[in-house]
């Protein structure tokens, strides 16, 4: 194994991410893993897939073939379980073709399923005798026993209404987002890059500054510059020499914290419902919800918290209607 670079709040690894993890990474220690594995389905060909010109991709994409998919999946899942704290968050980006082993692996772990999230993007592959593929499959899983980060009002506060008087908030965290790929004319990419829109939207919601994210399929190095621009701590394991030789430089000139000024700054407001009467629906819908975010390991101090922010509340409110329904 060659040895590792460290730069800034980043360490970045040239090695098979197993082997990688087991050595720099001790159990429960991780807060977030968000990784995009190899898709299984010829990283030759990829490009006909995009209808991209080739001569501005990194050579030395590592795949993975179809019968050791299985296998595969099972012992990087197995490892990310391991290395998670209790609470931590495991997000997976998978196309279609190896769901099914993705997902056996899963359900197979000690992680518990939090949301099965589409990511939608515009113009996917032109077909005739067929539908057009324009999604991927976000799988949100979390190591139970712990307190799940989730921060309900990092893009969008509760109150926030669009101009049609929709909630942006209740929009932003439907489980279907839609959001573009990204092209980069004439600039060196890798085979398959996530855009930043989707990464930085998982980094917000589900860690705080300072957290730890660790991809195991490092790439191009989006996940790195969705976790370093954010002000988390980043640890990336990369298998080919070419592609963690093209990319790993660039990484390391990234500033930590460098993409937080240009965040949207959510509008947060107190409680907008306090002191008003209770309806049946209401106490029905609060009891519900205060069940799930129990089931989901949260402590009764954080669901209150939640509950508050989603009821447009005070903490008293809440503790006194639930009392009623004990």
């Not at 995009?36 to 590592?62: C, K, Q, T």
């Not at 949100?140 to 712990?146: E, I, N, Q, S, V």
């Not at 020499?241 to 000024?261: H, N, T, Y």
């Not at 939640?306 to 005070?314: D, N, P, V």
Request: charge should be positive.
């Amino acid at each position: 194994m060659v040895e590792p670079v460290r730069c800034g709040t980043g360490l970045f690894v040239n090695c098979d991410c197993i082997e990688g993890a087991r050595r720099f990474l001790a159990d429960a220690s991780v807060d977030l893993v968000l990784t995009d594995p190899p898709y299984g389905i010829g990283g030759d060909r990829l490009d006909r897939h995009y209808n991209r010109d080739e001569r501005h991709v990194v050579d030395g994409y590592v795949e993975v073939p179809t019968e050791a998919y299985g296998p595969f999946s099972s012992a990087w899942v197995a490892e990310a379980a391991r290395v998670l704290r209790p609470g931590g968050a495991l997000f997976v980006v998978s196309g279609y073709t190896h769901l099914y082993e993705v997902l056996g692996a899963l359900r197979a772990s000690p992680l518990v399923e939090v949301n099965h999230i589409v990511w939608k993007y515009p113009f996917g592959v032109f077909t005739r005798k067929k539908f057009v593929s324009s999604h991927y499959h976000v799988l949100y899983w979390a190591r139970p026993g712990g307190t799940r980060t989730f921060n309900l009002e990092s893009r969008y506060g509760i109150e926030e209404r669009n101009e049609n008087g929709r909630s942006l908030n209740y929009l932003d965290r439907e489980d279907v987002w839609t959001i573009g790929r990204e092209y980069k004319p004439g600039r060196a990419k890798n085979r398959n890059e996530l855009p930043q829109a989707l990464l930085e939207k998982i980094v917000q919601y589900t860690t705080n500054e300072g957290d730890l994210i660790l991809d195991l399929f490092l790439g191009g190095g989006s996940s790195a510059r969705a976790a370093i621009g954010l002000g988390r701590r980043f640890v990336g394991f990369e298998i080919s020499p070419s592609i963690f030789a093209a990319r790993v430089p660039e990484l390391c000139r990234l500033e930590p914290g460098s993409r937080l000024a240009s965040l949207r700054v959510p509008v947060t407001a107190p409680p907008t419902r306090r002191g008003r009467a209770w309806s049946e629906e209401e106490d029905l819908a609060l009891v519900s919800s205060y069940a799930r975010l129990r089931a989901d390991g949260l402590g009764k101090g954080e669901a209150i918290e939640r509950l508050a922010a989603e009821f447009g509340r005070g903490r008293f409110g809440i503790v006194k209607r639930l009392s009623r329904r004990e």
